[in-house]
């Protein structure tokens, strides 16, 4: 019988989405929560010490990481405490509210402790499409088009997509990692203050895996976050461009977070366009109206336009030989139908008679976003362990992050701003 590893964490705050985590986590036999960390200190039936303080926390506890889902404006103090005591941290979507509060962080990307909790490109349905990617089956990626998430999320998406840094590798259908923070380590340990071996600080990530979404070109365009006013020529200095406008028409608004709204009047909705100009014919277009992440009544959209075909949703069209064109689908086997007594779950996502996703969990009752969870838990480990690369580094969350907020800027000013 084999011996799971326990991996052992310090959770701080509760937030909305530690409960898709505890649901997660609950299933997951291998992660052990040792301790919780709350501003007011009072956490009803829960078994494990609790501390106001994260410090002194981390001064008595020695986890593997930190899990955090602190508000924005305290995820930064959470970072650079567990960062002086060495021990990494994962924290939740967004790392920071503002431009200046991402500038305040960009110093803990050298300690390489730092990753960021962005589930998206994670999710059954995306990493099966980027396995399609990855295989070549409609050739180099030059357009991303997504309308269902916001900012960074959809940021995130188009730069996996695209293949601009680490958020597209490992995207193999849950079979395995290779290469990464700590890799080819022998020890399966995990970083620990105390001389415990794993993760290693591993310098400045950021040239590496953005690389690849840098343009070439002048200096025309403001900066995100600058406060240049010259718009002028879109020729860009080395850095992508963002061009963004907003509109507003009424929506009826059913569904919210806290589930049916019985509001059945409509109400203005705003709609963000943006295009994000990376150089080298690579492109993204952002498309997102208010609260669509839950109005059902908006259809969430996703276009990738490659060099010999695209990929619409689940459509995949494609030249896949001398005068063939072909027109196939993604399709989910999703057991529990029917008489198909396996249970309910998401099993494998075929492309043909092509397996380009397979379920790690089959037998886990989960939706979408919590496989998404599962599977940024799965590469945290590996990358705690010295088995597989960082997830998502923090490097990679302050750029979408900053993209992100460059489309609010561009629409404000009305004018294009470079990133």
């Known amino acids: 019988m084999s011996t799971v590893v326990r991996v052992e964490y310090v959770q701080v705050g509760l937030g909305y989405r530690s409960q898709a985590f505890k649901r997660v986590m609950a299933d997951m036999a291998e992660h052990e929560c040792v301790g919780l960390v709350l501003r007011r200190g009072r956490a009803a039936s829960v078994s494990v010490p609790v501390f106001t303080d994260l410090d002194e926390c981390l001064s008595q506890i020695h986890p593997d990481f930190v899990l955090s889902f602190a508000p924005g404006t305290a995820t930064g103090q959470v970072i650079r405490t567990a960062v002086s005591h060495g021990t990494p941290v994962l924290v ?7 431009v200046a509060e991402l500038d305040d962080l960009s110093d803990m990307v050298d300690s390489g402790l730092v990753q960021v909790a962005e589930q998206y490109p994670m999710m059954p349905g995306n990493m099966a499409r980027l396995e399609v990617v990855r295989r070549g089956l409609i050739g180099e990626i030059s357009q ?4 269902s998430t916001q900012t960074y999320h959809a940021m995130a998406l188009i730069r996996a997509y695209l293949g601009c840094g680490g958020s597209a590798e490992g995207s193999t259908g849950g079979t395995g990692l290779a290469g990464g923070v700590g890799a080819g ?16 600080p591993t310098g400045h990530m950021e040239d590496d895996a953005l690389r690849g979404c840098r343009v070439a070109g002048g200096d025309a365009v403001p900066r995100a976050g ?21 509109f507003a028409g009424p929506l009826v608004n059913p569904l919210s977070r806290a589930g049916w709204t019985d509001d059945d009047a409509t109400h203005q909705a ?9 150089g080298d014919g690579r492109s993204g277009v952002y498309d997102f109206t208010d609260n669509q992440t839950r109005n059902l009544l908006r259809t969430r959209r996703l276009l990738l336009r490659g060099s010999h075909g695209e990929i619409s949703g689940d459509q995949v069209v494609r030249l896949a030989d001398h005068n063939l064109i072909t027109t196939t689908y993604l399709n989910r ?56 690369a960082a997830p998502y580094p923090l490097s990679e969350a302050i750029y979408d992050t900053r993209l992100g907020l460059a489309i ?12």
């Open 92 to 98: 939740e979507t967004p790392p920071a509210g503002a």
């Open 408 to 419: 609010e800027e561009a629409v404000a000013k009305d004018q294009p701003v470079r990133v």
């Open 270 to 278: 705003a709609t963000v366009l943006a295009s994000v100009d990376f």
């Open 185 to 200: 380590q022998s020890d399966a340990g995990f970083v620990r203050p105390g001389g415990h071996q794993g993760v290693q």
């Open 144 to 147: 991303v088009q997504v309308s």
């Open 226 to 246: 600058d406060g240049r006013s010259d718009a002028g020529s879109v020729r860009l200095g080395g850095y992508p461009v963002v061009r963004a406008a907003r």
């Open 333 to 388: 086997r999703q057991t529990g139908h029917d008489l198909d007594l396996n249970g309910y779950c998401t099993y494998q996502i075929t492309l043909g008679d092509q397996v380009v996703w397979t379920n790690p969990w089959p037998d886990k009752r989960w939706n979408d976003d919590e496989l998404g969870v599962a599977e940024l838990l799965r590469r945290m480990t590996a990358w705690l362990r010295g088995e597989g």
